[in-house]
């Protein structure tokens, strides 16, 4: 019960957003920023922008998410994850709402890094099963390659312009264009879309994802994240648009796209895979239209956005109730389910007539507006419009797939009347009236929603009124042709699903998902092979690696730097020297220690040694230190003396040569240096700085504890603190329990 | 030329033991190391008679006088020195008690 | 040498070792010593104490372990550097108190900055003899 509570509250809540968005946008004169710094030098700022255009996109975010959670009620009780799944939608939300308001690019970068690790949780929901966890790889590889590619456009426009908020991007558009860097920048953009809105040849990740549950494709699938790539393309449609590049570029992949979906779709009979291809075609349609980039065309680009959302989210959602009611999303086994639940069917079947364009629904005005500027645009081919009709048929025909096939009974007994509960059944029926209402009232919704966001991102008026009716004309005849073909397309659909199908297999080593599975392949093969290569696992090769690396650093800075005039007499005393003679023969009999208790009491000498160096070179805290650290650390070794390992005779005799030449070379080099060092020995300023304020300053003539506990006492907490890490270390190296093997 | 020599040394010695396979030698090796790094440090901040301490009376150190900087760092190294070496020879007590030995690449194949 | 000598010796011996430790680390400000060198001399005269009269003898007569005593020194040198935040100063400024004079020592200037070389004297003292007794007791165990 607390589960619905607050799937219910999530879904007021967005409606109530959905409806001040809605609000805002007629009463928006100006577009309204909000800015904060952030990181002022790299150019970082939050910064948002709240214009008609974010405020359609807001409108349709949460309008479809509170009916997106009001199904959540109904659709995920009984799975184990809901409360995660539930959590991560709404995160999800608020990064896409982010998304869409922010007004500078790298936090707009942000958001969308953060809409594609959101949804790898959202796809990847039953993460039991492996399909569901491959899919959310892919999605994620997919989409985060994309956004590697907008990261890099980003730093480039800043390069080409110097800013990073959207609206002086705007002002600043004739220095892009004219710069250098402006096709490379156009391309990485539009990788960063295409991979984001599933655009061929990166539209695989989307029938892929369907994996997730019924609510999240509804959401992120049909009607939010899939569209950041298209709102991404509008958003620099008045930076970057209107060249012959961005023309080509766009509508070449947006027409592919377009067929390449609808012509799959068929071919599936999975429901919801059905659907994700029409998506994909849909998504198409969206870039193609952005690409002629005429008036009219964006114009419908908009109106079809609000359509597609409409319709693909209540067919999304009816998916997921089919499977509740039914146990499959196999078309094949579905039928009679609108005997079962006829509700159900009315729920399809609205959605569905909007998604063939059948008057008066919003489908058919967005149908009309985007044929019209098809017809019209200067610039296109007859061959776009060929692709165009034949999409819009297929889609047509996969429209009646999902809402007749499954519905109508193929046998004659009848099936036992199941009811399905009311957040099931509500959310694509209410979807559905919303459609019927603004084809409608297509003047009203018109002037409301879709001129002010026209006018934010163009700049000016569109003069172009959406009616229902306009009167029987080419347009309207096309529209006519595109429904009865698309109708005989369904008659024999299952011949055209067995061609596709053909075709498909034939291309199927060119396919791009095979092109990504080879590429993660050779990916893993590479990084393991890479590992084995430097990662083997004797302690041995890394030093010696290490120690090679550290000479040759040492190396070049012995030939790189300036040589110093070096006096051979300086401070030598008798008895130094004898004490280091002594120190250094103890240190080199020590690499041939044979025993334990040789190697300590060489080990004690040389530590004496350095402790009378520190005396001598007037270091009394040093050579105090130095002397107790000494004894104790004798007093520890005797107290586990017979515990320690006996000496054994040592590695061949033909790597210790080795090791030794390699320990040699960089020892030479260290002394080198350590000349250089004794020479350098003007005091730097911070010294300076200890020596003249620690009386004064921290009452304390002793300069080195005075460095100690007061000028660098964090540097001495922090050693404190390792030295009681590495005390909890031993004690529990040595108080555990003893475990033989 | 001594001091450098002998730094040198204490660090060819170091690393030649840290590349033994024998854990006990490896040990002293780093030991070695210690030495060698600290005197390195502190010979770079040059070498000269008397203490960093302020004479009774005076107001800061008078010239020539030792740079008190190096020696702060070196005496916080020689502390965590210790905590170090008490670490390893707790290491190399386990490691004989579970392994029953201290070669490193014995350990390797046993993983 | 025989039990009897060490242990004789040591009693006169560890309480002398002791006092020159708190010697050092008072007098550390001024002259050579300080937090470290005071905690390392202690913690060898409580380790040869130990040595001489057995582990339990000494651990029977602190209440605490000798772990938590490092633990204490630690979260009293970073007590110490948050006085300064409470008297509206930067983390880690030194406060000072008055003046003293102590035997022996000479003038002792009062302040958190001694508090804190307190705190690393209790935590060395407590890392050196913990680790000792542990060590011992690991020895004594066959």
């Not at chain 1, 009984?78 to 995160?91: C, N, Q, Y």
């Not at chain 1, 089919?322 to 499959?328: H, P, R, S, V």
Request: proline share 5%.
């Amino acid at each position: 019960m607390k589960f619905r509570t607050s799937c219910y509250s999530l879904s007021g809540a967005s409606a109530v957003l959905c409806i001040f968005a809605i609000w805002a946008s007629m009463n928006l004169d100006a577009p309204y920023y909000l800015a904060f710094d952030w990181l002022p030098k790299v150019g970082l700022r939050i910064s948002f922008r709240v214009d008609s255009f974010s405020l359609f996109f807001v409108t349709l975010i949460c309008g479809i998410g509170s009916l997106v959670f009001f199904f959540c009620a109904g659709y995920l009780p009984g799975d184990k994850s809901r409360s995660r799944t539930l959590s991560i939608l709404l995160l999800f939300t608020l990064s896409m709402l982010g998304l869409v308001l922010s007004d500078n690019v790298l936090l707009l970068f942000i958001f969308w890094e953060f809409t594609t690790i959101t949804s790898f949780f959202l796809v990847g929901a039953k993460c039991e099963k492996k399909e569901a966890r491959e899919a959310a790889l892919q999605a994620l590889l997919v989409t985060v390659a994309g956004g590697m590619a907008l990261l890099v456009a980003i730093l480039l426009l800043f390069m080409a312009a110097g800013t990073l908020e959207l609206s002086s991007l705007e002002a600043n558009r004739q220095l892009i264009q004219d710069s250098p860097l402006y096709p490379v920048i156009l391309i990485l953009i539009a990788a960063g879309a295409f991979t984001k809105s599933a655009q061929f040849p990166f539209h695989f990740w989307l029938p892929g994802a369907m994996t997730a549950p019924s609510p999240v494709s509804a959401f992120l699938h049909s009607a939010t994240m899939v569209k950041a790539g298209i709102y991404l393309l509008a958003r620099f449609h008045p930076i970057l648009g209107e060249t012959v590049l961005w023309h080509d570029l766009l509508i070449g992949i947006g027409a592919a796209t377009m067929i390449v979906g609808a012509s799959l779709a068929l071919a599936r009979t999975d429901i919801k895979a059905l659907l994700a291809y029409t998506t994909v075609s849909a998504l198409g349609m969206l870039t193609f239209l952005l690409g002629l980039g005429t008036t009219l065309a964006m114009k419908a680009a908009l109106v079809f956005l609000l359509v597609h959302a409409c319709y693909k989210a209540a067919l999304f959602m009816v998916a997921g109730s089919i499977e509740k009611l039914a146990g499959t999303r196999d078309l094949d086994r579905l039928h009679s389910l609108g005997k079962m639940s006829p509700a159900l069917w009315c729920a399809a079947a609205l959605p569905a007539l909007s998604m063939c364009g059948l008057p008066p629904m919003l489908g058919f005005i967005g149908k009309e507006l985007i044929y019209e500027a098809k017809l019209i645009a200067p610039t296109i081919d007859e061959l776009f419009l060929l692709i165009g009709f034949t999409a819009n048929a297929l889609t047509v025909t996969a429209a009646l797939l999902a809402a007749v096939k499954p519905f109508i009974p193929r046998t004659m007994d009848s099936p036992p009347k199941r009811k399905l509960t009311l957040p099931l059944l509500a959310p694509p029926i209410i979807l559905g009236i919303v459609s019927l209402a603004c084809g409608l009232f297509p003047t009203w919704v018109g002037d409301n929603l879709l001129e002010p966001s026209f006018q934010a991102l163009k700049g000016e008026p569109s003069q172009i009124k959406l009616k229902l009716w306009h009167g029987v004309n080419p347009v309207f005849i096309l529209s006519v042709l595109t429904l009865v073909t698309g109708a005989l397309i369904y008659w024999i659909h299952s011949y055209f699903a067995r061609m596709v199908s053909v075709v498909e297999r034939w291309s199927s080593p060119f396919a791009p998902e095979r092109l990504y599975a080879q590429l993660v392949k050779r990916f893993v093969q590479f990084a393991s092979l890479q590992t084995r290569l430097a990662q083997n696992g004797s302690l041995n090769f890394y030093l010696t690696v290490t120690l090679c690396f550290a000479s040759l650093l040492l190396a070049a800075a012995f030939f790189s730097l300036p040589e110093k005039a070096v006096d051979l007499s300086l401070l030598i005393h008798l008895k130094t020297s004898l004490i280091i003679l002594g120190a250094a023969a103890a240190a080199v009999l020590s690499i041939r220690a044979q025993s334990m208790l040789e190697a300590v009491l060489l080990l004690g000498v040389v530590g004496l040694g350095v402790t009378l160096f520190f005396v001598f070179y007037g270091a009394p805290d040093l050579a105090l230190t130095q002397f107790l650290v000494e004894l104790l650390l004798l007093v520890l070794i005797a107290s586990i003396w017979s515990r320690l390992p006996a000496f054994r005779p040592d590695t061949p005799k033909r790597e210790k040569r080795r090791d030794l030449f390699a320990a040699c070379i960089l020892g030479v080099f260290l002394s080198y240096f350590v000349l250089q060092a004794v020479f350098l020995n003007e005091h730097n300023a911070i010294s300076e700085f200890y020596a003249q304020n620690a009386a004064t300053e921290a009452f304390g003539r002793n300069v080195v504890n005075v460095i100690l506990v007061d000028f660098r006492a964090l540097d001495t907490m922090g050693e404190i603190t390792v030295l009681a890490i590495a005390m909890m270390g031993i004690m529990s190296l040595l108080k555990t329990r003893k475990t033989k093997r | 030329m001594i001091i450098a020599s002998f730094i040198g040394l204490l660090y060819i010695a170091g690393f030649y033991l840290l590349l033994r396979r024998s854990l006990v030698r490896a040990a002293i090796g780093a030991l070695l190391l210690g030495h060698a790094a600290n005197l390195l440090i502190f010979v770079s901040g040059g070498l000269s008679a008397g203490a960093p301490i302020i004479r009774e009376g005076e107001d800061s150190l008078i010239s020539p006088y030792p740079d008190p900087l190096p020696q702060a760092l070196v005496l916080t190294a020689i502390v965590i020195g210790l905590g170090v070496s008490a670490y390893l020879l707790a290491l190399i007590h386990r490691t004989a008690e579970i392994a029953g030995g201290d070669d490193m690449d014995d350990l390797k194949e046993e993983e | 040498m025989s039990p009897f000598l060490l242990r004789t010796s040591v009693k006169f011996i560890a309480p002398i070792q002791l006092a020159l430790a708190l010697y050092f680390l008072l007098r550390g400000h001024n002259e050579p010593g300080g937090g470290f060198i005071g905690g390392l001399a202690a913690a060898s005269a409580v380790l040869l104490y130990g040595l001489s009269f057995g582990i339990q003898e000494v651990e029977s007569k602190l209440p605490v372990s000798w772990f938590s005593f490092a633990l204490f020194g630690l979260s009293l040198a970073v007590f110490s550097a948050f006085i300064s935040v409470f008297v509206n100063q930067p983390f880690f400024t030194g406060i000072w108190g008055p003046e003293l004079y102590a035997p022996l020592v000479g003038k002792l200037k009062l302040g958190t900055v001694l508090l804190f070389d307190i705190g690393v004297f209790c935590l060395v003292m407590g890392f050196g003899v913990g680790l000792g007794f542990t060590f011992f007791a690991k020895e004594a165990e066959r």
